[in-house]
């Protein structure tokens, strides 16, 4: 896992959740469960790391997006497309 892509994805939810800081983040935790993130939010979450990463949203379904809880399932979806071609 790269540590850079580690390093956006936290940077994103942080600035998503604003009451939050980069070294506070458990990049564990369930983002709506203990963070509070709607399911907007998360959607937009998503959206932003993949234009970021380079990664064509296309690759996620609505599936997908239901299946990151945490920034490590973020990291991990990210990972799988990473350089694939939508």
């Given amino acids: 896992m790269s540590t850079d892509l580690q390093t ?3 940077d994103r939810i942080v600035q998503v959740l604003t009451d939050v800081t980069p070294a506070e983040l458990d990049m564990s ?3 709506a469960g203990q963070y509070g993130l709607t399911s907007l ?3 937009l979450l998503v959206i932003s790391a993949c234009d970021e990463s380079g ?3 296309a690759h996620f ?3 997908d997006i239901a299946a990151v809880r945490s920034g490590d399932d973020l990291v991990s979806a990210l990972s799988a497309h990473q350089g694939a071609v939508a």
């Fill in 41 to 43: 939010n998360k959607v």
């Fill in 29 to 31: 935790a369930d983002l």
């Fill in 8 to 10: 956006m994805v936290r």
């Fill in 55 to 57: 990664v064509d949203v």
């Fill in 61 to 63: 379904t609505e599936q």
